[in-house]
């Protein structure tokens, strides 16, 4: 029987008007102290985000999350914080912060997969479930 493995995992949103908090969920982060596992994954709904705010940078906001996956990663591309071991990396990403670009709460999670522990979360937490459109009666 494959061992379980506990996980811990943050969501990431993007708050376009901080002094409002509304939110929009766009990625997640999962550890694993254990399997010595970090990763992210980013999908950014634009027209979701412009609804709150029509004037967002959405440059800069791609440019900003676009740097979660690497410090995920390490190494030299990730800069100062990509050189820290894996765990110190996750504290950091997940240090609250008052910025467009947060986190959720950490929480922690068990699971026989950690590869299909993201796309879960990504699933459950970011994608839309929303009905694409409604027809008016």
């Known amino acids: 029987m494959p061992s379980h493995f506990t996980y811990d995992y943050a969501i990431i949103r993007v708050v376009p008007k901080v002094e409002r ?3 929009i969920n766009v990625g997640a982060i999962v550890s694993c102290g254990i399997k010595r596992f970090l990763a992210a994954q980013i999908e950014l709904d ?3 985000l412009l609804a709150i705010d029509p004037c967002l940078d959405l440059e800069m906001i791609r440019e900003h999350l676009a740097v979660i996956p690497l410090i995920c990663k390490g ?4 800069g100062v914080i990509g050189q820290l071991p894996h765990r110190e990396r996750f504290h950091w990403l997940v240090a609250p912060r008052s910025t467009i670009i947060q986190t959720s709460k950490v929480h922690t999670g068990l699971c026989q997969d950690l590869d299909n522990v993201l796309e879960h979360l990504m699933q459950r937490m970011v994608r839309s479930s929303a009905p694409r459109s409604l027809s008016p009666s």
Do not use: C
């Open 21 to 23: 908090e509304e939110f």
């Open 46 to 48: 634009e027209s979701r």
């Open 75 to 78: 190494g030299k591309e990730a």
